[in-house]
């Protein structure tokens, strides 16, 4: 081999692993922890800002049907459920230009959307004065279509229903409410009239 002959040698490095940084790990954790802290509060704060006392929601509603509504008061001894498509979740008391009378929450199963929640303006002897839909998720196009008819519920005798079943397709077809073509709704509609008969001929 010549002198002036240069033999090169390839280096070969061994990637070194890098070493665990555990400070990192720490300032992810505190980061993550952070931002769940305050997503949480703002969570909070818009449901402060935004909750809807349902008690105060239906006494309003009262007043607004009944402007001369005095001694409103809930009663939820009053409030018996029976069926397994049709519940009441609470009953105000008051009078109604000296007149007893009872609204009664409740919420009938199986509409398309799963419940719709009516509130029933009763009288004394049993007839349904007014009628109004508290919360539904039905369809505007389908569903919809019966609510907007859920006044032809006033001047229902609830005394006269006996069955406080699950209301069924023919059930429901029979119903002055029903609109073709939206028997699923008029169903919910029906479990909840059947709750409300159910708790007012019980009371």
């Known amino acids: 081999m010549a002198d002036n002959d240069v033999k090169v040698e390839a280096e070969v490095k061994t990637p070194s692993k890098k070493k665990f940084d555990k400070n990192s790990i720490v300032w992810c ?18 449901n402060v800002v935004t909750y809807v006392d349902p008690d105060e929601a239906i006494m309003t509603q009262i007043t607004a049907i009944y402007a001369s509504a005095t001694d409103i008061e809930k009663d ?11 519940s009441i979740t609470s009953v105000f008391k008051y009078k109604a230009e000296g007149n007893d009378m009872f609204c009664y ?7 398309y959307d799963g419940t719709i929640e009516i509130l ?28 907007k008819v859920i006044d032809k519920i006033k001047g229902f005798d609830l005394k ?21 073509g939206a028997t699923v709704t008029t169903k919910g509609v ?14």
């Open 120 to 147: 029933f303006f009763v009288t004394s002897d049993g007839i349904v004065d007014e009628v109004s839909v508290y919360s539904s998720g039905e369809t505007s196009a389908v569903g919809g279509k019966v609510l």
């Open 29 to 46: 954790v505190c980061i993550l922890v952070i931002i769940g802290a305050v997503a949480g509060a703002l969570l909070g704060a818009i």
């Open 160 to 180: 006269t229903i006996e069955n406080y079943g699950q209301a069924t397709s023919s059930d429901a077809q029979g119903m002055a409410y029903y609109v073709s």
């Open 105 to 111: 929450y409740a919420v009938g199963r199986g509409a």
């Open 76 to 86: 939820n001894s009053l409030a018996i459920s029976g069926g397994a498509y049709g």
């Open 190 to 203: 029906t479990n909840a009239l059947r709750a409300c008969a159910y708790a007012f001929n019980n009371k």
